[in-house]
């Protein structure tokens, strides 16, 4: 089952990893700015982490011969590490002392969705389910959205 989500992983693959590079390159712009926040850098590392995410388990996914179950336990344990910075960024906007920055969930939601999709994913293809590889597929796509979100953030809202 895997081998025919090879163009597909090979795509996001290449894709993922690009847009790692480039989310830098955006924090880069406004670096001076970014390392004033706290929570903007870390709400940086979790995108760049969650893109990680899906570059790995893209890359995983074009390992000739992987045996669904290892893939699904990997898939699992690469979501995890992925979800220390997420959680590390959500604590940060937790208790950040700018009670507008609290009221928004959204600033830390977002970046949940990819690794929840990844170990759904993962649990799925585990247990021998195929749906796992859609669910893959959507945490691949959800992480591209959440880091476009924070480059947006770095790139532009820092600003204002």
């Known amino acids: 089952m895997v081998e025919g989500w090879s163009e597909f992983n090979v795509?996001?693959?290449?894709?993922?990893?690009?847009?790692a590079g480039l989310v830098i390159v955006a924090a880069s712009v406004n670096i001076?700015?970014?390392?004033?926040?706290?929570?903007?850098?870390?709400?940086?590392?979790?995108?760049i982490a969650a893109l990680l995410l899906a570059l790995a388990v893209s890359a995983l996914g074009l390992v000739p011969g992987i045996d669904e179950a290892w893939f699904g336990?990997?898939?699992?344990?690469?979501?995890?590490?992925?979800s220390v910075f997420q959680v590390h960024a959500t604590r940060l906007i937790a208790t950040d002392p700018n009670p507008e920055d609290r009221a928004r969930p959204l600033k830390y939601l977002i970046g949940?969705?990819?690794i929840l999709a990844y170990l759904v994913a993962g649990a799925l293809v585990w247990l021998g389910h195929p749906a796992g590889f859609y669910a893959a597929a959507a945490g691949c796509l959800l992480a591209i959205l959440s880091a476009v979100v924070v480059s947006w953030v770095a790139l532009v809202e820092v600003l204002r």
Do not use: D
């Open 11 to 19: 795509a996001m693959a290449g894709a993922t990893a690009a847009l």
């Open 32 to 47: 001076s700015e970014i390392v004033k926040s706290r929570t903007l850098t870390a709400r940086l590392l979790a995108g």
């Open 73 to 82: 336990a990997v898939t699992v344990v690469v979501a995890l590490l992925a």
């Open 112 to 114: 949940f969705l990819p």
